[in-house]
């Protein structure tokens, strides 16, 4: 099934929320991750960070408002509809689908997903506010959705999700500035099927050889060793900044091969300048369209 317009569009419409007005600060010169606006909810003034998905979660519609009315994202549908036509050129259908989506957030790529009749779609976000969003706002969408530490992931859920066969994963506006880190990306991938479909996005700076998140290495690793073999590559606008420019973001549509090889993890293991011994990158994840 086609979708003519995102999804969040007609959804919203059904969210009832207590925003009234976001005002964004006058100072324009934020980087990407520091970026906050000041919301009026009921009447009250907040001062929010639009990377503390926590408390933007908690008040239905605001993040729809913030991302997708106010800042024009659009990656959701974006990269749903990248899979959706890579697929139809191999002759496959999304009804097919049995998807991990992962930084599920409140839901909005699940929402996409499900529009176009993806079989059987499962959450994973390591915050419960994104699931309590999502059971709030898109009850109809998630046949399960699991809060976990990907990082971490215990035995009784890694078997639990294993169980159901996942032939897709996606993860979109997630990877970079800490959200999801490599180690967790590759553990969903790793519970993928072969072979089996992934879809993801992310800021194009993370692809680039000065990278120090991991993501670049990761990647190439897995071309390089034909564990997964890319099907599509667009650079588009993600979304606009506070000043208004836009932000470019990669969604990619890729085949999973074969199981990944088994030192994929001396990828991440050297330590990002900055980061203390013991850090762990990426402690929340969501649909992190900040």
């Not at 503390?52 to 749903?80: I, Q, T």
């Amino acid at each position: 099934m086609q979708t003519t317009e995102p999804c969040w569009q007609s959804r919203i419409n059904e969210i009832p929320t207590r925003v009234d007005e976001i005002r964004f600060p006058r100072t324009r010169g934020l980087s990407q991750d520091r970026e906050w606006c000041e919301a009026v909810i009921d009447g009250q003034h907040r001062r929010l960070r639009f990377h503390d998905y926590g408390e933007l979660y908690r008040v239905p519609g605001l993040y729809e408002k913030l991302f997708y009315e106010c800042l024009e994202c659009c990656s959701p549908s974006r990269v749903a509809s990248l899979l959706d036509s890579v697929m139809a050129d191999f002759e496959a259908s999304p009804e097919g689908l049995r998807v991990l989506d992962v930084g599920a957030g409140n839901g909005m790529v699940g929402d996409e997903l499900a529009a176009r009749g993806a079989e059987h779609i499962v959450g994973v976000d390591i915050i419960q506010e994104a699931r309590d969003a999502a059971d709030r706002d898109r009850p109809d969408v998630y046949a399960d959705y699991l809060v976990t530490d990907l990082t971490d992931l215990p035995e009784v859920q890694e078997e639990q999700l294993r169980r159901q066969n996942f032939n897709c994963l996606t993860t979109v506006a997630a990877l970079g500035f800490g959200d999801i880190p490599p180690k967790a990306f590759a553990k969903a991938l790793d519970v993928i099927t072969t072979p089996g479909w992934l879809a993801f996005n992310i800021k194009e700076g993370f692809l680039n050889e000065r990278d120090r998140t991991g993501f670049c290495r990761l990647i190439r690793r897995l071309c390089r060793d034909e564990a997964i073999q890319i099907q599509a590559y667009q650079r588009y606008r993600h979304r606009l900044s506070l000043a208004g420019k836009a932000l470019y973001y990669v969604a990619v549509v890729a085949k999973k091969l074969k199981e990944l090889p088994d030192d994929v993890e001396e990828l991440w293991d050297a330590r990002i300048p900055g980061e203390r011994p013991g850090q762990v990158v990426g402690r929340h994840a969501g649909d992190g369209s900040a």
